[in-house]
C-alpha cells in the first residue's frame, strides 16, 4: 500500500513538473524542433543561364509558401537523385534532396539563438569528439550557457611570441592543459593558440589558473559558429525561376560589370570547385580545417550565388573566388570554432581578398572583434549574413560588428523571412527565401536563409570594385545604402535597414575606373571563359541595352526600372 502511494505521488510530481515546463516554454517562445536545411526537388527547365530582361520587366516566378516550417525531431537523410533530360531541346537539371542539419540538435533554445545541448568534437574542426573527464569526481563545472555556444574545455588564447612550440607545450603542461594548435596570426600581431584541459579540472579553474600566467596575453572560450541556411521541412515541387536577379537588377549591372579581377574570399563549408556552374572561378583554396573534407552544399551554394556563370547567374559572374574551408564535422553538420575562423580571417587578408563574405553566425567573440577590426583597417569589404535565429535573437556576430554589413534575407514578394534577425545592425536585406543555387556533384538545389542573401551583396560589392577599384568600404557601404530599394516602413528600419540593393543604380553611382588593382597584377586577370560567355545570345541581348552617360539619364531610366515599393 505504501508503494502504491508513493507511486502516484511520484508520477503527480512528474506531471506537475513536465506542465509547468511546457508552461514556461510557450511563454518564453521556446520550441523543440531541429533546425534543417532541407533542399527541394525541383523540375527545372532553364534554357539559358542568363534571362533577356527589358527594363522594369520581372522575370516570371513561381512560388508556393516562403515562410520557414519547422518540423520536431527530424532525423536528417540524404537523398541523391540524378534526373536525364527527356530531350536536348527542353533540358532538365539534375537536382539534389539533402537534409543535412546544420546546426546542433536542440530541444531548448539559449538567448543567441543556438541551443543548449552540447554536440560532441573539439573545436580544431576534426569532428573527433571530445574525451571525457578522467578525474573522478571532477567533471567540468561550464556554466550550460557558456558549454551551448563554445566547445567545452577549450581555450583560445594569446601566448607570448617569444615561446617556441616546445616551450608553448610546456607552458600548456605547467596548467593541465594541451596545445592543440599555435600559430603567428600576423593579422591582428599576435601569436594564438587553442589548448584543451587535459586533467579534468573544472572549466573556470582552469581559467584562472592559465589567465594569471605571464606568457599570456589574452584568454576566451573557443566559441562556435555555425552556418547561417534554413529550410522548410517539407519539401515540394516548383518551377523556381532566379527571382533575385530582377530584385537586384543584375542583368542591367551586367551590361556594364562583371566582378572582374575582384577577389572574393568565402569562409564556408567545402566548395566543389568542380561544378559547371563554378568553373575558373575559385582561384585559391585553404583548408584551415586541415580535414580534407569534401564539397559541402551550403559552401558550393554561396559560391554560387556569387560566381555562377552556366545555367545558372551569379551577382558576380567574373569574380574571383578564394575558398576558405572554415566549416565542417560530423553527422552531416557544419560548425566552427574561433580559432578556425581567426585562422580563415588571416588567410584572406594574407592573400590578396578584398571582400569577404562570412554566412555563418555566432555569439559576440572578442579574438574575432580584433581581426574583423584589422581587416577593416586593411581595406576589406566586410560581408555577413544576419542569422536565422529569429525575432527574438540579439544581435549575432560578425555580423553585428559595426565593421561589417549585414544582411537580412527577403522572399519574392520583398517580405521579411521569418527565420531571419532584426536588429539596428542591418545594412541591407536581399532576396534569401527559395533561392536557386548549385549544389555538389553537378546538381543544383533550392535553399533559404541569409547566408545567400549576403552571398548576393557580396557580389554586387564586386561590381562596384570593378567599376571603381580605389572605391573604400565606407564609401562601398554608403552607396550601397542610397541607392537601395526602400521597403517596408519608409526609411531605414531594423527589418531590411536602408532596403534592397539595386546594383544597376550602385554601380551608376560610382565613377568609371578602369585602373588595375594590385591585388590582380599576379593574377589572371579575366576567367578564360569570360569572351566565351559573353557570346551567349542572353548576354548579347543584355549589352544592347542603352548605358547612362550623366546623372540625368540616371534619374529617368532608374524610376521607370525600378520595381514597385512594397
Request: hydrophobic share 40%.
Given at each position: 500500500m505504501m508503494r502504491k502511494s508513493e507511486s502516484k505521488l511520484r508520477a503527480g510530481a512528474y506531471a506537475s513538473s513536465a506542465g509547468a515546463g511546457l508552461l514556461l516554454a510557450a511563454c518564453l517562445g521556446i520550441g523543440v524542433a531541429d533546425a534543417q536545411a532541407i533542399m527541394r526537388t525541383p523540375t527545372i527547365s532553364v534554357p539559358t543561364r542568363t534571362p533577356t530582361i527589358s527594363p522594369g520587366v520581372a522575370a516570371r516566378v513561381v512560388g508556393g509558401d516562403h515562410g520557414p516550417h519547422v518540423t520536431p525531431h527530424v532525423t536528417p537523410t540524404v537523398h541523391t537523385i540524378a534526373r536525364i533530360a527527356p530531350n536536348s531541346v527542353n533540358p532538365v537539371l539534375p537536382y539534389a534532396r539533402y537534409s543535412p542539419n546544420l546546426y546542433p540538435a536542440c530541444s531548448n533554445g539559449y538567448r543567441d539563438g543556438e541551443c543548449l545541448g552540447q554536440p560532441?568534437?573539439?573545436?580544431?574542426?576534426?569532428?573527433r569528439s571530445a574525451k571525457k573527464s578522467a578525474g573522478k569526481g571532477r567533471g567540468n563545472a561550464t556554466p550550460l550557457a557558456l558549454s551551448s555556444r563554445s566547445f567545452a574545455n577549450e581555450f583560445v588564447a594569446e601566448i607570448d611570441g617569444a615561446l617556441s612550440p616546445a616551450e608553448a607545450d610546456e607552458l600548456a603542461r605547467r596548467h593541465g592543459l594541451t596545445r592543440v594548435s599555435s600559430e603567428n596570426v600576423p593579422l591582428i600581431g599576435a601569436t594564438v593558440g587553442l589548448f584543451r584541459i587535459s586533467d579534468g579540472r573544472p572549466y573556470d579553474a582552469a581559467r584562472r589558473e592559465f589567465a594569471a600566467d605571464g606568457s599570456v596575453r589574452s584568454l576566451q572560450p573557443n566559441f562556435r559558429y555555425v552556418l547561417q541556411d534554413q529550410k522548410p521541412a517539407v519539401p515540394t515541387e516548383g518551377d523556381p525561376a532566379q527571382y533575385a536577379l530582377s530584385k537586384l537588377r543584375l542583368p542591367q549591372a551586367h551590361t556594364l560589370v562583371h566582378g572582374a579581377n575582384v577577389t572574393v574570399a568565402v569562409i564556408d563549408s567545402g566548395i566543389d570547385a568542380k561544378h559547371p556552374e563554378l568553373a575558373n572561378s575559385i582561384t585559391d583554396v585553404f583548408d584551415a580545417l586541415g580535414s580534407g573534407e569534401g564539397a559541402h552544399i551550403h559552401g558550393t551554394g554561396i559560391a554560387g550565388a556569387i560566381v555562377a556563370h552556366a545555367k545558372l547567374m551569379g551577382s558576380a559572374p567574373e569574380a574571383r573566388i578564394i575558398a576558405i574551408r572554415a566549416f565542417g564535422g560530423t553527422a552531416g553538420g557544419a560548425e566552427s570554432s574561433s580559432y578556425v575562423i581567426l585562422r580563415s580571417l588571416n588567410y584572406a587578408a594574407e592573400h590578396g581578398a578584398q571582400i569577404v563574405n562570412m554566412s555563418f553566425a555566432g555569439p559576440k567573440d572578442a579574438v574575432i572583434e580584433r581581426a574583423i577590426a584589422a581587416s577593416a583597417e586593411r581595406g576589406l569589404v566586410l560581408i555577413a549574413a544576419a542569422g536565422n535565429a529569429g525575432a527574438k535573437s540579439p544581435p549575432l556576430y560578425p555580423a553585428a560588428n559595426p565593421n561589417v554589413i549585414a544582411v537580412?534575407?527577403?522572399?519574392?514578394?520583398?517580405?521579411?523571412?521569418?527565420?531571419?534577425?532584426?536588429?539596428?545592425?542591418?545594412?541591407?536585406?536581399?532576396?534569401?527565401?527559395?533561392?536557386?543555387?548549385?549544389?555538389?556533384?553537378?546538381?543544383?538545389?533550392?535553399?533559404?536563409?541569409?547566408?545567400?542573401?549576403?552571398?548576393?551583396?557580396?557580389?554586387?560589392?564586386?561590381?562596384?570594385?570593378?567599376?571603381?577599384?580605389?572605391?573604400?568600404?565606407?564609401?562601398?557601404?554608403?552607396?550601397?545604402?542610397?541607392?537601395?530599394?526602400?521597403?517596408g516602413s519608409p526609411g531605414r528600419d531594423d527589418l531590411y535597414g536602408d532596403g534592397e540593393p539595386d546594383a544597376f543604380a550602385a554601380v551608376m553611382a560610382i565613377p568609371a575606373d578602369g585602373t588595375t588593382p594590385v591585388a590582380a597584377a599576379s593574377a589572371t586577370l579575366k576567367r578564360e571563359d569570360a569572351g566565351k560567355r559573353r557570346e551567349d545570345p542572353g548576354i548579347r541581348a543584355l549589352e544592347q541595352q542603352p548605358s547612362l552617360s550623366d546623372s540625368g539619364d540616371k534619374s529617368t531610366i532608374l524610376q521607370a526600372d525600378r520595381p514597385p515599393a512594397q
Open positions: 560532441n568534437g573539439g573545436g580544431d574542426g576534426s569532428g537580412s534575407a527577403t522572399d519574392q514578394q520583398d517580405k521579411l523571412f521569418t527565420a531571419s534577425n532584426r536588429g539596428n545592425y542591418v545594412a541591407l536585406a536581399a532576396p534569401g527565401v527559395d533561392i536557386f543555387l548549385p549544389a555538389p556533384d553537378g546538381k543544383y538545389q533550392i535553399t533559404s536563409g541569409t547566408s545567400f542573401s549576403a552571398a548576393y551583396v557580396s557580389g554586387v560589392a564586386a561590381l562596384l570594385l570593378e567599376r571603381n577599384y580605389a572605391l573604400k568600404p565606407e564609401a562601398l557601404r554608403m552607396t550601397l545604402a542610397k541607392t537601395a530599394r526602400d521597403l
